[in-house]
């Protein structure tokens, strides 16, 4: 799965995303599950790995288990659903920051793509920063 040219056209310091990974069966931490790829407006592009255990984790936040803040994401959100509580389970979201590494050039849009593996991220909302203002 991806999504392909999500448009930015500006100088952009940071990429903020509220995400998470569903389902998570057989995925170690370390894993690349994903990536952002950041389009510049010369021509050049940088792709950043969605890594599972440093930037997010399964969205199910199993019973008794305390939400915890990764190396990159942290906890955004905690909530329920009567299809979670069945389970004995609650939902969890992360807010993950992803630095860009060229500031100064133009972004000219920015790609999502998942690598479909037993584990997939999703992407609730993103935003971008730009000279320490969110858009």
């Given at each position: ?24 069966e057989a995925v170690s931490d370390g894993t690349t599950i994903g990536s952002y790829v950041w389009h510049y407006a010369d021509g050049t592009r940088h792709e950043e790995p ?86």
């Amino acid at each position: 799965m991806h999504v392909e040219g999500i448009a930015v056209g500006q100088r952009v310091r940071r990429l903020h995303v509220l995400q998470a990974a569903c389902p998570a069966e057989a995925v170690s931490d370390g894993t690349t599950i994903g990536s952002y790829v950041w389009h510049y407006a010369d021509g050049t592009r940088h792709e950043e790995p969605i890594v599972y255990g440093r930037d997010l984790r399964y969205w199910w936040l199993p019973a008794g288990e305390a939400p915890q803040d990764l190396e990159r994401g942290r906890i955004a959100w905690v909530g329920d659903t009567p299809l979670a509580q069945k389970a004995g389970a609650r939902m969890r979201l992360y807010l993950t920051t992803y630095d860009n590494p060229y500031p100064e050039r133009e972004v000219s849009h920015l790609d999502f793509t998942s690598r479909v593996l037993p584990s997939a991220p999703f992407v609730v909302a993103l935003t971008v920063e730009c000279n320490g203002v969110k858009h």
